[in-house]
């Protein structure tokens, strides 16, 4: 069974305008609960006078998300955080964070207006974002000679390789994550080399 669901493809922003409100909306593609944490302090960093900054995001395959959440922040329960994720979820797109930047504009939206407001501010950046799709990776502990560190970056380099981490000490450890579909490759290579690896489960 494969893996590989669509994600956002980059970062991408739009704003919207709801009786003289305005929606800011940010897209990214993320891995982490502390990618978003960045992300949305970033936000609030960009927009110091902004009323609410207001997020949705999902983790993981799209209809069994490994993690899911989203905020209100200040707005009436269930008017922001709730509509942006449902937007999410029905875009079919994984590893996504949507932030929506509210300046108030001096009439009240109601309820209801808030849900489409925010609703409307997330589908306009969702629906516009590229989608490439995200390939399930492996990861590998390498332990190497200071000697192979060049040789295993170059094949990194050659075959959609990550080097994760790398230690230094009597010998080096580097964690590599490769796309699924070349793990034997990389064990192939591990071994013509005369690495230690294990890949992790």
């Known amino acids: 069974m494969s893996k590989d669901y669509p994600v956002p493809s980059g970062y991408l922003e739009r704003e919207t305008e709801v009786k003289k409100s305005r929606f800011i909306a ?10 978003v944490r960045e992300r949305v302090a970033e936000a609030h960093r960009d927009y110091p006078d902004a009323r609410h900054v207001c997020w949705g995001y999902q983790i993981g395959r799209p209809g069994s998300a490994a993690e899911a959440a989203m905020n209100d922040d200040g707005e009436p329960s269930g008017t922001a955080g709730k509509p942006i994720l449902n937007v999410i979820q029905h875009k079919d797109m994984g590893d996504v964070l949507v932030i929506v930047v509210r ?11 808030l849900v489409r407001a925010y609703a409307g501010a997330a589908e306009s950046v969702l629906s516009e974002v590229g989608r490439v799709v995200q ?9 190497l000679d200071f000697a192979d560190e060049q040789p295993l970056r170059h094949w990194c380099d050659g075959h959609e390789g990550t080097i994760e981490s790398i230690e230094y000490s009597a010998k080096v450890r580097a964690l590599v994550s490769v796309p ?19 890949f992790e489960t």
Request: hydrophobic share 30%; with cysteine; proline share 2%.
């Open 103 to 113: 300046y108030f504009g001096g009439i009240k939206l109601g309820a209801g207006g």
């Open 135 to 143: 390939q399930t990776r492996v990861q590998a502990q390498v332990e």
């Open 26 to 35: 940010r897209v990214y593609p993320v891995g982490s609960r502390d990618e």
């Open 180 to 198: 699924e579909v070349r793990q034997h490759e990389l064990a192939a290579f591990c071994e013509s080399q005369k690495l230690d690896y294990r």
